[in-house]
């Protein structure tokens, strides 16, 4: 394994590394629920048209239990595919009010870099800063989203009992 990607797994066991990931996931959570939206609509339309085409197809003859087997696995698809983008959005909510927490410019920092996904080059020229005071904006920023994260939405595990 090479030097890079031994540090890179061990950067994402750390807070700061779990916090980009969240980040990450947030920032694409929005385009994550349109194309899921997308997919739901293709499936409602391929249904409406599997039933409508097998109601008077003469390969099912009088047996409607295909029918209900489809119909039943398009829902179940369906509300899959709802409860998947349900669950995204309620992590989006939460890290989204440790962001709004934060100053003007820090939001300004996070939704450049995770939810337009811009390299610290470009936000260095939008922020008028060093690209060296990007990095460590960032820890900083990182920082006090672990911080605010804890406080709010920290859950304790329960000691194992043997």
């Not at 295909?66 to 119909?71: F, N, P, Q, S």
Request: charge should be positive; hydrophobic fraction near 30%.
């Amino acid at each position: 394994m090479k030097e890079k990607d031994i540090y890179l797994k061990e950067m994402a066991k750390t807070q700061r590394g779990k916090m980009k990931k969240k980040l990450l996931k947030w920032g694409g959570t929005l385009d994550f629920c349109k194309r899921k939206q997308d997919e739901i609509g293709k499936l409602q339309k391929m249904a409406r048209q599997f039933l409508q085409m097998g109601e008077g197809s003469p390969f099912l003859g009088k047996s409607s239990v295909m029918l209900k087997e489809a119909e039943a696995f398009y829902e179940k698809e369906i509300e899959r595919m709802t409860e998947s983008m349900k669950r995204e959005l309620e992590e989006y909510t939460k890290l989204n009010s440790c962001i709004e927490q934060l100053e003007y410019e820090e939001q300004r920092f996070v939704k450049l870099r995770y939810e337009k996904g811009y390299q610290y080059e470009y936000i260095a020229l939008q922020t008028h800063k060093s690209r060296a005071k990007c990095f460590r904006d960032h820890d900083i920023i990182l920082d006090k989203l672990i911080v605010l994260w804890e406080e709010n939405f920290f859950v304790p595990e329960e000691p194992k009992q043997s």
